[in-house]
């Protein structure tokens, strides 16, 4: 149980390949996701040259989806190597443990599996609470299978050969005592643009498009910081990290050949999401803030001026 209101599993799914063959420590993709981002972290496998640790939120409705997860382990070889997967789900206001949760084993062969895995997600119901994003990327974290994590959401595109690249400079960089993480730069691209996989495609989306600015995602170890659990959903919460390593004195080492894309810029929400910003906005932003803004002070007061001010706004 984690904070009396959520129940925690870790390691549903383990992955078989460690990754050590070169005697480095690889770098796990840390990420998360809900029932209805099946297709998108299906993807995520053949994308990414690494373990991936991914932290699943699930309720009562969207509980299949950890039956199809075990097909998909069994009877993909790819992404049994690669996947090892948590899951946490919301306690009901009456109760007081966590339950026993029990996943039927399928007795379909893997060959019906796959000839019928779209209709398989299609089948499964999405979550329809509100999701703690921020518990779900430190559990994604705490069941690595390594101890430098990289932080990405799932519905981003990385750059060609990512994790062999960085693993290398991460090993010799990260160390989990000194205060360094690595900087991957995050860009958005337009809507039926195609997606630039490696620095000079890179180069040249920004030679078209002047205005494409980036942002901070981290490489960093099992030791270093970990994002504020309490934060409400869609509300600043990899931009709390950020500022809280900042706050904490850390040094940020911009790569400059691996880098991820997020397909499309978003421009507006979708009814959904609409109804959990509004719900955080109104409820769960002006606490969260407060209480986060004076844990950053208390623990770290030199760092007031140089870091600037925090707004979830």
Known sequence: MYDEQYCTAYNLLEATEEFRDDGLEPVTLATHATSDMMKTLEKMVPMYDGPISVGMFIDYHSAKVLEYLQQLHRCDEEFRSKMTVHFAFRLSAFQTSCPTVYIPKSNESCWSFKSNQYYHRKNITGPFQLYPSNLMRNMARHGAKSDIHFLMDADMIVSHDFARKVKKIANEIIDGKNKDVLVVRRFESSNGTQIPRNHRELEQAMSLNKDMNWEVQVILHRNDLYNAAYFPSRIKVMHSLIFALCRANYTFN??????????????????????????QFAYARKTAEKRYINEMNDKYPETEEKCGVFSMV
Do not use: C, P, Q, R
Not at 263 to 271: A, F, H, L, P, Q
């Open 254 to 279: 911009v790569l400059s050949h691996v880098f991820n894309v997020h397909e499309g810029v978003k421009i507006d929400n979708t009814i959904y999401s609409k109804a959990t910003l509004g719900h």
